[in-house]
């Protein structure tokens, strides 16, 4: 990652952003005290700690009694936790979106295989990236997954790419997000290009809801289409194996769509594994 600013959007429940810092290498704190570095008046006074070294970011909790925790992407977050750009943190009723930068540039160095156009990245994680892309040929934007930089060359890692595909690409649902094609053009680090949902995972919107908690009449349909999504998958012997509220995505008209079928499995891989451990 570039050692150059990291950019922390600072948004309130309803997404807008009320302000934004440039932060450089150093230890920055969070919390309604003076001289917090990202002050929040509704936080505890040292609330939580954002460190940028290395060109890498770390958000920590430090644990204040009765101050509520912190949350990464809607998963509590417990001591000291690297996070990527793209990811989201949860101080109180503040939501801070971290924006790395990347060395994407205009022109030809972003147009992958000669059609496909980056425009922003969505989210990273672990092992892996989404970016958002404009296909030229077809005219329209999809998403593209890739791996990061410190990865690329790594075989197990391509391997867990490939089997995403392999498992997913045949599945055709309302309710998952539909795999387009695995691309390995010479010279190019390999990606694939995937169904663009223009939308918010299911954990953020939690958090967006009185008391982060969703009434059963609204969570209720998302369900039904979560199961419907998922005995689609089973009809055709793959199981998801990560099911979590990162991995549900909502779009605009409220339809859920399954994300990540990356450490699937098929039945028979599951049976098969399962019966070795017993």
């Not at 949350?71 to 990527?84: I, N, P, S, T």
């Not at 918010?200 to 209720?220: A, H, I, M, T, Y």
């Not at 689609?232 to 793959?238: D, E, L, S």
């Amino acid at each position: 990652m570039s050692t150059d600013s990291i950019k922390v959007l600072v948004a309130g429940s309803d997404g807008v952003v009320i302000s934004e810092y440039l932060l450089g290498e150093g230890i920055y704190p969070i919390g309604s005290a003076t001289g917090s570095a990202i002050p929040l008046e509704s936080a505890a006074p040292e609330h939580a700690r954002l460190s940028v070294q290395g060109g890498e970011m770390f958000v920590e909790d430090l644990a204040v009694p009765g101050a509520g925790g912190i949350y990464l992407d809607g998963a509590a977050v417990l001591g000291r936790l690297r996070v990527y750009s793209g990811q989201t943190i949860q101080v109180a009723d503040r939501w801070l979106a971290l924006q790395a930068p990347t060395n994407v540039q205009s022109g030809q160095n972003d147009l992958l295989s000669g059609r496909y156009r980056l425009i922003r990245q969505l989210g990273r994680g672990g092992r892996g990236e989404v970016w958002l892309a404009q296909d030229e040929q077809l005219n329209e934007e999809i998403a593209i997954k890739r791996l990061p930089a410190e990865l690329m060359g790594d075989p197990s890692a391509l391997s867990d790419l490939t089997r995403e595909v392999q498992k997913s690409r045949h599945l055709h649902h309302q309710n998952i997000i539909r795999i387009h094609d695995l691309i390995q053009a010479v010279g190019e680090p390999p990606f694939v290009t995937l169904e663009y949902i223009d939308g918010q995972d299911l954990g953020s919107l939690r958090l967006q809801q009185p008391g982060s908690l969703f009434k059963w009449e609204n969570l209720r349909p998302l369900m039904t289409q979560l199961c419907d999504a998922l005995e689609y998958a089973h009809q055709n012997k793959i199981v998801h194996r990560d099911l979590k509220p990162a991995n549900m995505l909502i779009d605009q008209q409220g339809r859920l769509k399954l994300a990540d079928f990356g450490i699937a499995a098929t039945l028979a891989e599951s049976f098969s594994r399962s019966s070795m451990q017993g």
